[in-house]
């Protein structure tokens, strides 16, 4: 069984409803966008753009040690 599940998709067709379902069914903890909106927004406004940059490079650190997670497990060499 993977360790990992990653859903990716349109806004609004229901990720995170299938996230939930699939947390429930194998325990594994979910992790959403929205998430990583509510703490930036503790900090920033949510209109200024600040928090725009913010949340984007929350998003983009957190894809970065996924990916790099995923190929550390596969010997895949990505700090070249």
Not at 18 to 41: P, S
Not at 62 to 71: A, Q
Request: proline share 2%; charged share 20%; with cysteine.
């Amino acid at each position: 069984m993977p360790k990992f599940i990653l859903i990716i998709g349109p806004q609004a067709v229901g990720k995170m409803t299938v996230g939930q379902e699939l947390a429930k069914m194998t325990g594994y903890k979910l992790f959403y966008n929205h998430m990583t909106i509510e703490m930036v927004r503790l900090i920033f406004d949510y209109d200024k753009k600040a928090y725009q940059r913010m949340n984007y490079n929350v998003w983009e650190l957190l894809n970065l040690l996924v990916m790099s997670t995923i190929c550390q497990r596969k010997n895949i060499n990505v700090w070249r």
